[in-house]
């Protein structure tokens, strides 16, 4: 079974109103993914998704011209041998970034297409689950435009959204800090944990907002609140101030989605810079890759979340990671972002994660269910597909 064809299908999806955000560092207004489908002479079909930011079309560029060369008439099951080529090929001039987002793509179509071969879910194939549901935590309380010219609104705001997620059933939530003033966003954090009560785990994440100066004091007040994690506080090259914050800080700190392979989350480890490891299946190198940071974390007793911002493959993908991460203790009680993954669930609009993807994973409550069906365990809405794709990339044999 060789490989025959790769498409590639750039989805834009324009967010309007109150639909439009700022994360901490930048505004959002529109979600962008890069969807991969791989398409074998047997007719078997593989989807996959490439990377996490915009823009995405040096990506779709690098998987057509660099790399579906390489692939065509290849055997498809091959996912190892191919992936160890690929990225070999790419060592001199590119270990990091968009050869490894490109990589990451093609490498989930393959396992999704392992996985219809099989008849089973790429969990199965990767030796069982610990798990078959998980989790979900809110990602939200991003900023408004009105949060800029009112930053001591922005509290209250913050208080009515946070409101919002306990009563759709969730119990953990993680919020943005870095864009107002410490003050002003520590007010902003106090807000969110005089929502929702002591019991709640809550989060932050800074998106690499502050320096490490700024970033103790936030720390500092973060942990006093009793937030559970800090994520991102420096910048991703500053791999030593995080290990210096991760020991003057009582608040444990998070990281790994802008970093790339098991080489890159190695120098993560190495250095003490965090408590907890969240690699992108999209952008790290895929599930393959996926598979060796896990090992690499054991090996450093470091607990694993996975970053998730894409559409609903990007999403699947990660379930299908998430249900094999082992409890970090092994326990006869696991305790999600204990010792036990938690799930990131973005709440911003994003009809590419709510309406591209037809079944395969549902949230009741504050719980999601990994995908069962062979390979990734979705469909795709071939509708919803055209009606984003503002560019379609094509490579036959
Ligand atoms: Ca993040």
Redesign the pocket.
């Known amino acids: 079974m060789n490989i025959e064809r790769i498409e590639t299908f750039l989805l834009k999806a324009a967010l309007t109103g109150n639909d439009r955000f700022y ?1 901490s560092q930048a505004p959002f207004g529109d979600r962008n993914s890069l969807v991969v489908k791989i398409t074998t002479d047997d007719g078997l079909v593989g989807w996959g998704e490439s990377g996490v930011s915009m823009p995405l079309e040096h990506v779709q560029t690098y998987i057509h011209d660099i790399l579906a060369p390489r692939l065509l008439g290849k055997p498809a099951l091959a996912t190892e041998p191919l992936w160890h080529e690929l990225y070999a090929f790419s060592r001199d001039f590119g270990r990091k970034a968009t050869p490894v987002d490109a990589l990451s793509g093609i490498d989930i179509a393959l396992w999704d297409i392992r996985g219809k071969e099989a008849g089973k879910p790429v969990h199965a194939l990767m030796g069982g689950a610990y798990r078959d549901t998980v989790r979900a935590y809110a ?1 939200g309380l991003y900023y408004r435009e009105e949060d800029l010219t009112d930053p001591k609104g922005a509290a209250s705001r913050v208080r009515e959204e946070a409101t919002a997620y306990l009563e759709a059933g969730f119990s953990a939530i ?1 919020g943005k800090i870095g864009l107002l003033t410490a003050r002003d966003d520590i007010r902003r954090m106090e807000a969110a944990r005089d929502a929702v009560g002591d019991e709640f785990m809550l989060m932050t ?1 800074a ?1 690499h907002a502050y320096n490490r100066h700024t970033a103790r004091t936030v720390g500092n007040a973060l942990h006093e609140l009793g937030y559970w994690w800090f ?2 506080p420096l910048v991703p090259e500053d791999i030593e101030g995080c290990a210096a914050l991760r020991s003057e800080l009582g608040i444990a700190i ?2 790994g ?1 802008c970093e790339y392979t098991r080489y890159g989350m190695m120098d993560l480890l190495r250095a003490g810079a965090v408590d907890i490891l ?1 690699p992108d299946i999209s952008a790290c190198g895929g599930l393959s890759e996926g598979q060796k940071i896990l090992a690499l974390a054991t090996a450093f007793h470091t607990p694993v979340c996975c ?1 998730v ?1 894409g559409s609903g493959v990007a999403a699947s993908a990660a379930l299908q990671l998430t249900a094999v991460i082992p409890p970090t203790p092994h326990t006869a009680a696991p305790r999600a972002a204990e010792n036990d993954p938690i799930f ?1 669930y973005d709440r911003t609009r994003n009809p590419l994660r709510d309406d591209l993807v037809v079944g395969g994973f549902q949230l009741v409550d504050e719980t999601l269910s990994i995908p069962q069906g062979p390979g990734l365990g979705i469909e795709i809405d071939t509708d919803v597909l055209e009606q984003f794709t503002r560019k379609r990339g094509e490579s036959k044999r």
């Open positions: 994360s990602t993680k994440d998106n994520e991102e998070a990281g989605e969240q970053h911002w990131e």
